[in-house]
C-alpha cells in the first residue's frame, strides 16, 4: 500500500498533446498540460438502439478555466462527467485527462486519475455519522494522508469554503448550502486539478446558490479547472464564464463568458423573457464577444 | 494511519452488522467442528492401528509368564521352542503363504505398546515382562489366515494365534462410515457458510455504500475499499473456526481422557494435543471459505 502524497496534480503522463512548462507549478515530477480535459469525437452509446448519449463530442477545456455545461434533462452532460471521471468508457473517440488518454488507464491505476479530479453532487452526498471535520478528512484517510497533514489541512480548507467553526457540527445540523459546502470542500481537500461539479446548486435556493458559485470561484482562482453541469440560468448569467451547451448529446454552442442561453436569437426562446433582471437588459444591449466560436472536431486535431 | 483506518472501518462494519456476524460465525464453526469431527475419528482409527497395523496381518503370540492357555501348560517359551515355531514358519508348507514375518520381542512390544497407548495411564502399570513376545506375519493372501492358525495354535509355546485386522476391521468400518456422515453434514453446513458470508458481505456493502461511493471518488485503491468486508468475513470465520477447535480440544479432553479412557483402558485413545493439530487446518479452512465466498461477492456488489 503507498501512500501517495504527490504534487498537486501528477497524472502519469504518457502520449499527450503539448505540455506546457508552467514556472508556477514548479513540482519537478509533474509536466503541467494547458489542456485538462480533451474530448477528442467522443461518442457514448448505452443503448444500440437509442440515441447516442454523447455523439461525436470534440472539447477543449483549459487549466484554470471555468466551464459551464448547461443543457436539458438528457442532453449528455452527466455522461460527459462520467467519461471524465473513467465511471464509463467511451463508444469512440478519445477523452484525454491532464494529457492522459483514461482508455489507457489500467483498473488499478483508475484511482490515481479520480485522486486528481474532484467532483460534487446535486445531493450533497456526506456521512450523515461523521461531523463536518470527519466528513472533509474520511477523504484524505481513504488515500493514506498522514493524521498531522489532515490536521493542518482540513481546517484551512474549510476556511476556504466559509465554514470556519464549524468542525465538530453533523450534517444534519447544517443548512443546505453549508452541507454542500462541506462537500466542496471534501472534493478540493486532496487539490484535485479539476473540480467536477453535477448540479451543485439543484438543491439551493438563489441566495445560497450564489454563495456556493462564490466557493467555487474561490476554488477556480486558485487555479483549479472547474467544470460545473447545470440548469441554474441565473447563477450561469450571474458568472459569464464560458458556457457548453449540449443537445441530444451534441455540442450545440460553446462560448466565453456568455449566457445561460444563446445570444444568437432562437425560435420559441422564452426563457430569457422570465429573466427581467436589469443585468440581462445590460447582456442585450452589449452582448460579450465570443472570442470562442463552437469548436468542431477537426480544428483540434 | 491506513491501518488503523481499515481497522476502525472493519469495527463499524461489524457493529453495525452484528447479527448477522454472530450467524455467520456460528454456522462456521458448527460446519467445522463436523470437517474436525472427522479429522478426529481418523486420528483415532490411526492410533487404535498401532504399530503393526498396516505391516502384517497375523500375530502368534507366544506364552508369557502369566499365560493360561493349553499350550502354555509348561510355562514361558523357551529359546528351544521359539527357535522350532521359526523354523516351522520357514519351512516351505507354510512360508508359501507368507511374505514375510517379524519377530518381536518383549521389549519391542513394550516399545510399541507405549507408542500407542501413550495418552493413557496404563502404560505406567505395564512392564516388559507382561508383554508376550510374537511374531508377526504378513500373509500373501489375508484370506489364508485359517492355514496359519490352525498349524500354529497347537504348537507348544503358542498362547494364541489371532488375525488383529479382523478385530479392528469391525470397528474401523463403522468409524469411517461415521466420518463419511460427518464430512456430509460438514459439507452441507459448508455451504450454508458460503451463502451466509456472502449475504452479510452483501448486506455490509450495501449498508456502506455511501462511503464506498465516496472512496471511489475521491480515488481510494481497491484494497483500502474492499479489504474491510474481506477482513469482516475472514475475522467471523476464523472466531467460529477457533470454536470448532475449542470443542474438538474439550471433546478429546472431557469425553475421550476423562470419560471414555476410564471405560476402555485397553484402548488408545487420541490426546488433546493430537487434536490441537487439527485447529490450523480448521482456521485454515475457515479463511479460504469467508476469503473467496467475500471475494466473490464484492465483484458483483461492490463496483471500485
Given at each position: 500500500m503507498r501512500i501517495v502524497e504527490g504534487p498537486e496534480l501528477s497524472f502519469p503522463q504518457e502520449k499527450a498533446p503539448a505540455p506546457v512548462a508552467d514556472?508556477?507549478?514548479?513540482?519537478?515530477?509533474c509536466r503541467v498540460y494547458r489542456v485538462m480535459i480533451r474530448f477528442e469525437n467522443v461518442t457514448k452509446v448505452?443503448?444500440?438502439?437509442?440515441?447516442?448519449?454523447?455523439?461525436s463530442v470534440s472539447l477543449e477545456i483549459d487549466r484554470g478555466e471555468f466551464a459551464f455545461l448547461v443543457?436539458?434533462?438528457?442532453?449528455?452532460k452527466s455522461t460527459f462527467l462520467r467519461l471524465v471521471l473513467k465511471e464509463d468508457r467511451a463508444t469512440s473517440g478519445i477523452v484525454y485527462v491532464a494529457g492522459q488518454?483514461?482508455?489507457?488507464?489500467s483498473s488499478w491505476r483508475v484511482p490515481r486519475l479520480r485522486r486528481g479530479i474532484g467532483v460534487v453532487f446535486q445531493?450533497?452526498?456526506?456521512?450523515?455519522?461523521?461531523?463536518v471535520f470527519a466528513n472533509v478528512a474520511f477523504a484524505m484517510q481513504v488515500i493514506g494522508k498522514s493524521r498531522s497533514v489532515i490536521r493542518d489541512t482540513v481546517p484551512e480548507v474549510l476556511k476556504t469554503v466559509g465554514l470556519?467553526?464549524?468542525?465538530?457540527?453533523?450534517?444534519?445540523?447544517?443548512?443546505g448550502g453549508e452541507q454542500q459546502r462541506v462537500a466542496i470542500a471534501r472534493a478540493v481537500v486532496n487539490r484535485p486539478g479539476i473540480l467536477l461539479a453535477?448540479?451543485?446548486?439543484?438543491?439551493?435556493?438563489p441566495t445560497t446558490s450564489m454563495g456556493i458559485m462564490g466557493v467555487l470561484d474561490k476554488i477556480n482562482q486558485n487555479g483549479t479547472t472547474v467544470v460545473m453541469a447545470t440548469h441554474d440560468d441565473d447563477i450561469v448569467n450571474e458568472m459569464r464564464k464560458r458556457v457548453v451547451e449540449l443537445k441530444n448529446g451534441k455540442v450545440i454552442r460553446d462560448e466565453a463568458?456568455?449566457?445561460?442561453?444563446?445570444?444568437i436569437p432562437v425560435v420559441g426562446?422564452?426563457?430569457?423573457?422570465?429573466?427581467?433582471?436589469g443585468r440581462d437588459d445590460a447582456a442585450d444591449t452589449n452582448p460579450p464577444q465570443p472570442d470562442r466560436s463552437p469548436r468542431s472536431g477537426e480544428d483540434q486535431l | 494511519m491506513r491501518l488503523q483506518f481499515i481497522l476502525g472501518e472493519i469495527g463499524s462494519g461489524l457493529r453495525r452488522n452484528l447479527s448477522m456476524v454472530v450467524s455467520v460465525i456460528l454456522v462456521t464453526f458448527v460446519s467445522l467442528t463436523f470437517v474436525g469431527a472427522a479429522g478426529m475419528l481418523q486420528l483415532q482409527i490411526n492410533q487404535m492401528k498401532g504399530y503393526w497395523y498396516d505391516k502384517v496381518q497375523v500375530a502368534i503370540f507366544l506364552c508369557g509368564d502369566g499365560s493360561t492357555a493349553a499350550g502354555c501348560a509348561t510355562g514361558p517359551v523357551t529359546p528351544e521352542q521359539q527357535e522350532n515355531l521359526r523354523t516351522l514358519l520357514e519351512s516351505p508348507a507354510v512360508s508359501q503363504y507368507i511374505n514375510d514375518f517379524q519377530f518381536e520381542s518383549k521389549e519391542d512390544a513394550y516399545k510399541h505398546f507405549k507408542e500407542q497407548f501413550?495418552?493413557?495411564?496404563?502404560v505406567d502399570s505395564v512392564?516388559?515382562?507382561q508383554l508376550p513376545a510374537s511374531f508377526r506375519i504378513n500373509m500373501?493372501?489375508?484370506?489364508?489366515y485359517q492355514i496359519i492358525s490352525e498349524t500354529f495354535?497347537?504348537?507348544?509355546?503358542?498362547e494364541t494365534v489371532i488375525d488383529q485386522r479382523q478385530v479392528l476391521e469391525r470397528l474401523f468400518s463403522v468409524m469411517n462410515a461415521a466420518s463419511l456422515v460427518a464430512v456430509s453434514i460438514a459439507g452441507v453446513m459448508t455451504v450454508c457458510a458460503i451463502l451466509l458470508i456472502a449475504t452479510t458481505i452483501r448486506l455490509s456493502a450495501f449498508s456502506r455504500r455511501r462511503e464506498t461511493g465516496i472512496m471511489r471518488l475521491v480515488g481510494a485503491s481497491k484494497i483500502v475499499i474492499q479489504l474491510p468486508f474481506i477482513l469482516e468475513g475472514v475475522i467471523a470465520a476464523v472466531i467460529g473456526a477457533a470454536l470448532a477447535s475449542g470443542t474438538l480440544w474439550a471433546v478429546a479432553h472431557?469425553?475421550?481422557?476423562?470419560f471414555m479412557s476410564k471405560q476402555y483402558p485397553d484402548t488408545a485413545f487420541i490426546s488433546p494435543a493430537q487434536t490441537l493439530l487439527l485447529a490450523p487446518a480448521l482456521i485454515g479452512l475457515g479463511v479460504v471459505l469467508a476469503g473467496t465466498s467475500s471475494l466473490l461477492t464484492l465483484r458483483r456488489y461492490l463496483r471500485v
Open positions: 514556472p508556477a507549478h514548479k513540482a519537478a515530477s448505452y443503448d444500440q438502439n437509442a440515441r447516442p448519449a454523447l455523439d443543457g436539458a434533462s438528457g442532453s449528455g488518454n483514461v482508455a489507457n488507464i445531493d450533497f452526498r456526506l456521512l450523515p455519522q461523521k461531523n470556519e467553526g464549524k468542525e465538530r457540527r453533523m450534517p444534519h445540523e447544517l443548512s453535477d448540479e451543485p446548486t439543484g438543491n439551493l435556493d463568458r456568455a449566457l445561460y442561453t444563446s445570444m426562446q422564452s426563457r430569457r423573457l422570465k429573466d427581467a433582471s | 501413550s495418552n493413557s495411564p496404563i512392564t516388559p515382562d500373501k493372501d489375508p484370506e489364508k495354535a497347537s504348537q507348544p509355546g503358542v472431557f469425553f475421550l481422557g476423562e
